[in-house]
């Protein structure tokens, strides 16, 4: 069974683009997590999506916005980007919004 | 405010030595504690799971401990390896319908020097 994949494994941007990070979930699962892990920091929740609905959000500006598809894969985007948005992004996949979370492997977005 | 605390921050041990990590929380109420285990720049990967009816789990070589009248998990291992050497991050939830709203610790830095 494959995992949770995430892409790029790596991304370099530069400061005001736009980053959009993207996240396959295990197959049969419906919620998507996505996290933020700066440099030596615990994960920072971002967004939970849920059979394709915002189901809450962390504590970030309205610039972290994102979606769910039908097929229940993850897009996250990031606009305006800022120097300190350089870190790992982290997304997780469970089904209904179970306790069941398997992470990826993430996305280190270097914001230059 | 719901708080996980885990102590403490960082430990270096010596190979072969047992250690155990701690994880005190405020969440409430209080549905599942888990465990995870995060290499330098990877996904954390799930160690253990415990509901409130489970005071103790295990896998492999880590034993998770859990009293949630005091609010507190403890994570244990046992004849520490290299490949140890990583974050260990306890995570508490509210409720199965709401893993959205799981709060996380900051996570305790284990190195296992040979």
């Known amino acids: 069974e494959a995992g949770v994949t995430q892409s790029p494994t790596h991304l370099i941007k530069t400061r005001g683009q736009q980053a959009t990070l993207r996240c396959s979930p295990i197959s049969g699962h419906t919620s998507v997590y996505w996290y933020q892990q700066a440099l030596g920091l615990g994960l920072q929740f971002l967004l939970w999506y849920d059979e394709g609905e915002e189901r809450n959000r962390g504590n970030f500006p309205p610039r972290f916005s994102g979606r769910q598809f039908p097929n229940y894969s993850s897009e996250l985007n990031v606009n305006a980007l800022e120097l300190e948005d350089s870190a790992l992004y982290l997304c997780?996949?469970?089904?209904?919004?179970?306790?069941?979370?398997?992470f990826g492997s993430g996305t280190r977005l270097t914001v230059v | 405010k719901n708080q996980v605390e885990q102590s403490p921050q960082s430990l270096i041990i010596l190979e072969g030595k047992n250690c155990t990590l701690q994880?005190?929380?405020?969440?409430?109420?209080?549905?599942?504690l888990r465990w995870y285990k995060q290499d330098t720049g990877r996904g954390p990967v799930s160690l253990t799971i415990m509901t409130f009816s489970e005071n103790t789990k295990s896998n492999g070589r880590y034993t998770a401990t859990l009293d949630a009248d005091t609010k507190q998990s403890s994570l244990h291992i046992t004849a520490s390896q290299l490949s140890d050497s990583a974050s260990y991050i306890c995570?508490?939830?509210?409720?199965?319908?709401?893993?959205?709203?799981?709060?996380f610790g900051d996570g305790t830095t284990l190195t296992v020097k040979p």
């Open positions: 994880c005190n929380y405020t969440v409430s109420p209080f549905s599942n």
């Open positions: 997780a996949s469970s089904f209904q919004g179970t306790y069941g979370y398997t």
């Open positions: 995570v508490v939830s509210i409720s199965n319908t709401n893993a959205g709203k799981s709060t």
